[in-house]
């Protein structure tokens, strides 16, 4: 885990932070965590954690990244990975897999490094990150890039895909395969 600091009074989320009785890294960061998992109502505003109390991969962890930033703390990286969500790694999606006859649908996901070493509390369970085992790719980005940047490098990735493996359904039937997944994972 990131050393712990005081949030600065001087900056914008840290004052919202600050207001909700989180003045340092260490209490935003278990305040997030323990957030349940859910869709924001506007996917690229990762401020949106803090008001509407939940958050997907993408809005928490683009927000401790930013609250970091905001108090010049550089040893934090965001990133995006692209792994093979499958029944190992993610069991409650198994009956649309098995549904559709896939052995995995790659899924874009945002998760934190400190010093190397991957960070995800997507959801509260304090098990080590399931997906590490089957990531595909991975790259830095900017809390700003979780809105439309990672949505086009992840349907790129998947219209890829499904010609490289020559996938049996077209580009928006497995998008609706993959909608039918994360809506398992919200239940």
Not at 116 to 133: E, G, L, Q, R, S
Request: one cysteine or more; aromatic letters at 10%.
């Amino acid at each position: 885990m990131v050393k712990n600091f005081n949030l600065s009074k001087h900056q914008s989320l840290s004052k919202q932070c600050i207001a909700k009785g989180l003045p340092d890294f260490s209490s935003v960061f278990n305040y997030i965590k323990q957030l349940p998992y859910g869709r924001n109502t506007n996917r690229s505003d990762f401020a949106l954690v803090i008001k509407e109390n939940k958050g997907t991969c993408s809005t928490k962890h683009a927000f401790l990244k930013a609250i970091a930033t905001e108090n010049n703390t550089e040893d934090i990286t965001l990133c995006l990975g692209i792994f093979k969500m499958n029944r190992e790694n993610t069991p409650k999606i198994s009956t649309v897999l098995d549904a559709y006859q896939l052995e995995y649908i790659p899924e874009a996901h945002c998760y934190l490094k400190v010093n190397n070493k991957i960070i995800d509390i997507t959801f509260n369970d304090n098990k080590p990150p399931a997906f590490v085992k089957s990531l595909l790719q991975e790259e830095f980005i900017l809390p700003e890039h979780i809105g439309d940047y990672k949505l086009k490098r992840h349907q790129s990735f998947l219209k890829s895909w499904i010609i490289e493996k020559n996938v049996p359904l077209n580009y928006d039937e497995l998008w609706k395969v993959r909608e039918l997944c994360i809506a398992q994972l919200s239940e």
